[in-house]
Structure formats: structure tokens, C-alpha cells
């Protein structure tokens, strides 16, 4: 996480932009710690961090489908986030 915020803080000025493939993990801890530091009441983090994974299980049921089909094992996708107990 030490690298990504100095990253931010040594960005030029403006916007700057992190992401994951999935979003939510990694990227909602950043995201979560840097609304905290912006003084987001900690029931809004909680919030957004939930809403996550509601909007993010469309995107990661592709994501699963697509990986499947290029002949990932179904093992290791149940670790994915967006697996929600499929077999």
C-alpha cells in the first residue's frame, strides 16, 4: 500500500486513477483508507465498499465465464470474489 499512496502523492496535480482487474479487494482497501483520510464518515466507507460487490458480480461473472472458457481450472476460480459458491 506504501507505494500506491506515494505514488498519489507524488502525482502531478489533478486526477489520478488505481485500479484492479477486479476492484474490490486491494482496491477497496485504497479506496476505503483514502475516503478515510478525506474525512468519510466511516458508515459511508462501509457503505461503498458493500455496494462493491453488488455491482461487481455482473462484471466478474464474465470475467469467470471468459477465464473458463480459455480453459482456466474451476478450482482456482473459487477463490474469485464473484465464484458466490458455484461448483
Avoid: M, N
Avoid at 462493491?52 to 471468459?66: D, N
Wanted: include cysteine; aromatic fraction near 6%.
Amino acid at each position: 500500500f506504501a507505494e500506491v499512496f506515494r505514488t498519489i502523492l507524488e502525482a502531478a496535480p489533478g486526477a489520478v486513477l488505481f485500479h484492479c482487474s477486479a476492484g474490490k479487494d486491494r482496491t477497496g482497501l485504497i479506496a476505503a483508507l483514502l475516503l478515510s483520510v478525506a474525512g468519510v464518515s466511516d458508515e459511508t466507507i462501509v457503505d461503498d465498499y458493500a455496494l462493491t460487490a453488488t455491482v461487481a458480480q455482473p462484471l466478474l461473472a464474465i470475467l469467470r465465464e471468459g477465464a473458463l472458457a480459455r480453459g482456466a481450472a474451476p478450482p482456482v476460480l473459487r477463490s474469485w470474489p464473484g465464484h458466490a459458491g458455484r461448483r
